[in-house]
């Protein structure tokens, strides 16, 4: 599968924001789809994943309550919606594929898109 990761951009501190990754692929709803990100100078970390059905989610804990993650397998596309953005959210997000289950640690994807960056302005 081959993703396409959008919708980044500069914004300030309590705005919205929302990701898409666009993925090839006649196989789509068999794979979950996760959210890292990469702050400068920083390893790039879980922030939300959700299963091939869409039943299942999961959020890194700095982002509960502000983000959501969905998809639409009708467009072969996930989502990720981020509010009340802070500077800390600054970095490039990347989004990836496994087959079936869920999980939010980097090594168990074998799927990556190229990263859209995010910039939060204080």
């Known amino acids: 599968v081959q993703l396409q990761a959008s919708g980044g951009g500069l914004v300030q501190a309590g705005d919205s924001l929302r990701l898409s990754c666009a993925a090839s692929?006649?196989?789509?709803?068999?794979?979950?789809l996760g959210w890292f990100r990469q702050p400068p100078g920083k390893d790039r970390s879980f922030v939300a994943v959700?299963?091939?059905?869409?039943?299942?989610?999961r959020y890194a804990d700095s982002v509960k309550g502000r983000f959501t993650i969905s998809r639409d397998n009708a467009k072969n596309t996930v989502y990720l919606q981020m509010n009340s953005l802070v500077p800390e959210d600054t970095a490039v997000y990347y989004c990836?594929?496994?087959?079936?289950?869920?999980?939010?640690?980097?090594?168990?994807?074998?799927?990556w898109g190229q990263g859209t960056q995010v910039t939060v302005s204080s």
């Open positions: 990836a594929a496994r087959l079936f289950g869920i999980a939010d640690t980097r090594s168990e994807y074998g799927y």
């Open positions: 692929g006649r196989t789509f709803g068999s794979y979950a």
């Open positions: 959700i299963s091939g059905s869409g039943g299942t989610t």
